[in-house]
């Protein structure tokens, strides 16, 4: 089983990246997907879910209306297209796949908001 999160990086307050999870290794299509993040001191926090179809999502208050979560089964890629950043998004994102009752990370990928 493998998550490999890529598409972090530096940008500027405002800006936008887009942050991509190949997944591999267990049945992609079949599991939830979630994206987290921690930031240095704090705890891990939800971020965005999808379910396994692509059709619910589910985001924090403070991504709302910012950040677009969606996947690619034919792939096995989720994505995270997260538009007018702000320095407090600024952390390490993290790709999880969630199937009762199988529960896989990805690494992380960093992510810095600041002019």
């Known amino acids: 089983v493998q998550l490999v999160e890529s598409g972090g990086g530096l940008v500027q307050p405002g800006g936008s990246l887009r942050l991509s999870c190949a997944a591999s290794?267990?049945?992609?299509?079949?599991?939830?997907m979630l994206w987290f993040r921690q930031a240095p001191g704090k705890e891990r926090e939800f971020v965005a879910r999808?379910?396994?179809?692509?059709?619910?999502?589910l985001y924090r208050d403070s991504v709302q209306g910012r950040f677009t979560i969606s996947r690619d089964n034919a792939a096995n890629t989720v994505y995270l297209q997260m538009n007018s950043l702000k320095p407090e998004d600024t952390a390490v994102y993290y790709c999880?796949?969630?199937?009762?009752?199988?529960?896989?990370w990805g690494p992380g990928t960093q992510v810095t908001v600041s002019s």
């Open positions: 999880n796949a969630f199937s009762t009752p199988y529960d896989y």
């Open positions: 290794g267990f049945t992609f299509s079949s599991y939830i």
């Open positions: 999808i379910n396994s179809g692509g059709a619910s999502t």
